[in-house]
């Protein structure tokens, strides 16, 4: 027997506790933690108006292996939603969280699964493939990691691989930077299997790519991308989540755009600019901007960092925006040495 009409929904690098209070109370300063939160709500929220049979989170649920023991309740609390609604979840821990995600009664739930080590879960006429990530030489240890798991599929299913690692040939950030011949990233040679689609996190761009089988079938990797902007160098990355449709060996794939706060950078190093000439320049510049903006500010020199500081101090910028000064770090460096 086939699989037939199965619906997923992938996601994954939700970054939970990014920029976030240690409280859960707003901050007179607007932090972006809750914008974070609200993204991982939306995509709980699509897949149970949209009733998909299952939910896969393709790793890095949280920014950090420890973040507010509210945070993770708050986090898992959104998980419980899906599993009472006969929603089944798996988890793949990512590197943020140290492969191992923060325990909690929740996660107990039947419906529940987190790849907690390598290994299958097998379901009507479909199996889900996993393994936490490894901080190391997976590049050696994968070969090992498949055969294991290819040992519990059987052929006539679906067979789905979810990984929390970079692939050979995938691209990152601004310049699109190419993963390939690194010992933490994955050899896509060693990629397919006897897997019929890849999913993968880890990379926040969404990209599709394809390995080779050695029946001479192209089979897709699909990175979920991360559902919100972490770093300037995503500033024109679209965030989102995929759903897929199974039907026997093929299915159907959309990805849905999530909307997220407009980020613009403003480079200041060729500027020549006085304190009095610095905010005429910033009022003209950003006048254009969303309220809710989210801006970096870049300057080689000590005197313009120093009075960016300080207007951010005096409440020149508006609350509603993230105003982010880089330059400091390596102004101290220089320094230093």
């Known amino acids: ?20 209070p240690s409280s859960n109370k707003p901050t007179k300063n607007r932090r972006r933690g809750f914008d974070f939160f609200e993204n991982l709500k ?16 393709c790793g890095d649920v949280f920014e950090k292996q420890k973040v507010p023991a509210f945070l993770v309740d708050q986090t898992y609390e959104q998980f419980l939603r ?27 739930h039947p419906n529940i699964h987190v790849f907690d080590h390598a290994s299958t879960y097998n379901l009507p006429q479909l199996s889900i493939s996993g393994f936490p990530y490894y901080k190391g030489d997976i590049r050696s240890l994968f070969p ?15 067979n ?18 190419e993963f390939a011949n690194r010992k933490d990233t994955l050899n896509i040679d060693d990629l397919p299997g006897k897997f019929d689609l890849i999913l993968a996190g880890h990379i926040h761009k969404h990209q ?49 755009k999530i909307e997220t706060r407009p980020m613009y950078s403003i480079d200041l190093s060729t500027e020549s600019l006085t304190a009095d000439d610095l905010i005429i320049f910033l009022t003209d510049h950003m006048k254009s901007y969303e309220k809710d903006a989210i801006v970096q500010l870049i300057s080689k020199d000590e005197n313009l960092l120093y009075n960016l500081s300080n207007l ?23 320094k230093w040495d």
């Open 82 to 108: 899906l599993a009472t609604a006969e929603i089944k979840l798996f988890i793949v821990p990512g590197n943020h969280e140290k492969s191992v995600l923060p325990s909690s009664i929740f996660l107990n």
């Open 42 to 57: 939306l995509v709980i929220d699509q897949a149970i108006n949209q009733k998909v049979d299952y939910v896969i989170h």
């Open 160 to 177: 789905i691989l979810c990984v929390h690692h970079a692939i050979d040939g995938v691209k990152a950030g601004i310049n699109h930077f």
């Open 208 to 256: 599709v790519m394809y390995a080779q089988s050695s029946e001479n079938k192209r089979v897709p990797i699909i990175y979920s991308g991360s559902t919100e902007r972490t770093m300037f160098d995503e500033i024109n990355e679209v965030k989102g989540y995929h759903t897929f449709k199974i039907s026997g060996k093929t299915f159907e794939h959309n990805f849905h």
């Open 144 to 158: 090992k990691y498949r055969n294991t798991l290819e040992k519990s599929i059987h052929k006539n299913d679906f």
């Open 1 to 20: 027997m086939t699989a037939e009409n199965i619906s997923i929904l992938l996601f994954s690098d939700t970054h939970i506790g990014f920029d976030h």
């Open 312 to 334: 951010r101090t005096k409440g020149f910028f508006p609350e509603t925006m993230n105003i982010s000064i880089s330059g400091f770090s390596s102004l101290h460096k220089r």
